[in-house]
């Protein structure tokens, strides 16, 4: 059956096309390998199969905790979750099934994280680094995520908002920004400003590089509008300091909070998704974890 990135594409889960075909057998098969194939082994492949759809693949859920295992880096597996999620494709609750079946899981803390209620709403990667590098470090809680607003007879969502204190968060990762799109954010915005609400935005730079100083920013404006509980990250946090609202975060300070943040350097360097692909291999064997 078909698996890991070519299931993938058949699930909608990636738009890109692999340069591989990958394909699950039982681990007893004697399978010899052949050029643009990539083979993987496993003992559970019975029950890892979906029962109807043609070409036979793996189940969606198999497919996003398969490729969570293959993934290279934290942001890579991160990222299959989060786009599965995103699209809407799957729930948390059948993932997290899907988890407890497996016996073997590299980074399972943090995939049951990921999969826990207080992440719902993490659509992407960089949400995902927003969560763990700005707001929850800094106190930043009780926003709400993918909110559902009405404009102009159309669904919006904001990526995260804290209604009560009028501020939305807009987490962009686009490398670029065709001039409609920049247009339609700026509509987005200034409609928000005229019932209230400010919006911060943020891309992968400012999330990666210098979390600390997005979460001042952030700070100072929900604490202007009455928020309570926010809170330095490490002694050379630049937020809730009162010197830091008077004079901006010299770019040397904020290299050391960002340190003591404890982003990866070798994370932050590699912030930007890049492609999912493997190296091109002709044929290769994994064996996959767990069983039925
Ligand atoms: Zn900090």
């Known amino acids: 059956m078909l698996s890991h990135q070519s299931a993938a594409e058949l699930w909608k889960l990636v738009d890109e096309s692999s340069s591989l075909i990958h ?12 050029p643009g194939i990539a083979i993987h082994l496993s003992r559970r492949s019975s029950c890892a199969v979906h029962p109807a759809r043609n070409p036979p693949r793996t189940r969606l859920e198999e497919t996003v905790i398969d490729l969570w295992v293959t993934a290279r880096s934290l942001d890579e597996a991160v990222g299959w979750v989060t786009s599965a999620l995103g699209r809407r494709l799957t729930t948390q609750y059948k993932l997290r099934e899907a988890v407890q079946a ?18 719902a709403g993490i659509h992407s990667v960089l949400e ?22 009405r404009r102009d007879g159309r669904n919006e969502y904001r990526d995260q908002l804290y209604a009560e204190y009028g501020t939305a968060i807009e987490l962009d990762g686009r490398l670029a920004h065709p001039g409609d799109t920049r247009w339609n954010d700026i509509r987005r915005d200034n409609a928000a400003a005229a019932i209230g609400i400010t919006t911060l935005r943020y891309g992968w730079t400012e999330v990666t590089t210098s979390p600390c100083r997005a979460a001042a920013e952030i700070a100072k404006v929900l604490v202007s ?68």
């Open 128 to 149: 995902y680094r927003y969560v763990r590098y700005v707001e929850r470090p800094h106190g930043l809680v009780g926003a709400k995520r993918q909110v559902r607003i």
């Open 102 to 119: 497996r016996s073997r899981l590299p980074r399972r803390g943090v995939l049951a994280e990921l999969l826990s209620p207080d992440s």
């Open 23 to 34: 394909v699950t057998v039982p681990s007893d098969r004697r399978v010899k390998g052949r």
């Open 225 to 292: 509008r009455g928020y309570s509980g926010v809170r330095a990250c490490s002694p050379d946090c630049p937020v809730g300091r009162q010197e830091a609202r008077a004079q901006p975060t010299s770019p040397r300070r904020d290299e050391q909070a960002t340190a003591t943040c404890r982003v990866p350097a070798r994370a932050a360097r590699r912030a930007r998704p890049r492609s999912r692909e493997r190296p091109a291999v002709h044929a290769r064997a994994a064996e996959s974890s767990g069983q039925c």
